[in-house]
């Protein structure tokens, strides 16, 4: 092989066509990669949703396994043994007294919703405050009650804050225990 044949590099027309090529293929990836951290961020929300009706489901199974038919401060067996739960056996908070209304409903109100949060999900939970901040992963808020007639207390919303849209909300109803998402 002479000199001049090891030293030839790439043509313009070799250069021109693998551009190309990497540019058709980039027209195609980016979106999906796009696309792909939106999907992840609603994978997250709905994950955690299924963690919060977990421990909200397991913690009325202790009440129930504890033959308790009222409300308690401390519910024994379940995490630290400082969850409070109402005359239904939901969680209601984990700070100080709870006291529900006659009818066995919950007051709710942004604490309390941080509360039933740190108090029902254990380890590795992502973290929840009353107001937007560093770090802060979902905002505890109180919302007005739903049309169902039994539902007569505010309601616990937690708003996922890290997608910058605060589109992503679960709901806890502290009256009947469920736990619902909504996640545009």
Partial sequence: M?????????????????????????????????????????SSAKATTGALAAGVALAKAQWVTNGLSGSTQTLQGFGDGDLNVSSRGWAVAFNGTYEGEPDGS?????????????????????????ATGTGVEYVAAEVPAGAAAADTQPNCQFTYQLDGTSSKTITYDADTGSVTTNVN
């Fill in 106 to 130: 919950a007051i709710m109100n942004a604490s309390r919703c941080e509360q039933i949060w740190n108090g029902v999900l254990q380890a590795n939970a992502p973290t929840v405050a009353t």
């Fill in 2 to 42: 002479s000199v001049q044949q090891r030293n030839r590099g790439f043509t313009l027309i070799e250069l021109v066509v693998v551009i190309a090529i990497l540019a058709i293929l980039a027209a195609f990836a980016l979106p999906r990669f796009a696309q792909l951290s939106e999907e992840a961020h609603r």
